[in-house]
């Protein structure tokens, strides 16, 4: 084997011997029909460090997710997890479609956060594309993803 088959054996070990978090767990059903919000942030709130937070294999659909706080969390998305954009970004939120999909409050710094695996994440972005001429996003004057 070499060094790095063997850094990721080790890496995928250590994630599967830490304390998971499975989204389906707080309601997610990855259906690609069933809006997955609450459920995949109640999982990613009910992370602490060291947790691994998992989507199994499946679409799950949501608007922006804050990620806020989840320092030492482990996001491990799996072949065939994919975590897609709620497709309406006009409906993301009350500030309009300029949100991220995955974000943080902005008035803090996360350490030892991970987005790793073979699954997807989808933000849609074809989609509020359109939005970037407008004059509410000039104001806004920042695009802010994770």
């Not at 767990?25 to 460090?49: H, M, R, Y």
């Not at 949501?62 to 065939?80: C, D, K, Q």
């Not at 996360?110 to 509020?128: A, C, P």
């Amino acid at each position: 084997m070499r060094t790095a088959e063997v850094l990721l054996f080790a890496a995928g070990a250590a994630a599967a011997a830490a304390a998971t978090c499975d989204v389906r767990t707080f309601g997610a059903k990855g259906d690609n029909v069933t809006e997955d919000t609450a459920a995949l942030q109640a999982a990613i709130d009910a992370c602490s460090p060291g947790t691994v937070l998992l989507p199994p294999p499946g679409r799950y659909l949501s608007r922006p997710l804050n990620f806020s706080g989840r320092n030492g969390v482990a996001f491990l998305i799996e072949p065939g997890a994919e975590l897609i954009a709620w497709p309406n970004v006009t409906t993301w939120n009350e500030s309009g479609p300029f949100w991220p999909f995955l974000y943080t409050d902005g008035h803090e710094t996360l350490t030892d956060v991970t987005i790793s695996g073979g699954g997807t994440i989808d933000g849609q972005g074809w989609r509020w594309w359109p939005f970037l001429k407008t004059r509410a996003f000039a104001q806004q004057g920042w695009l802010r993803l994770i």
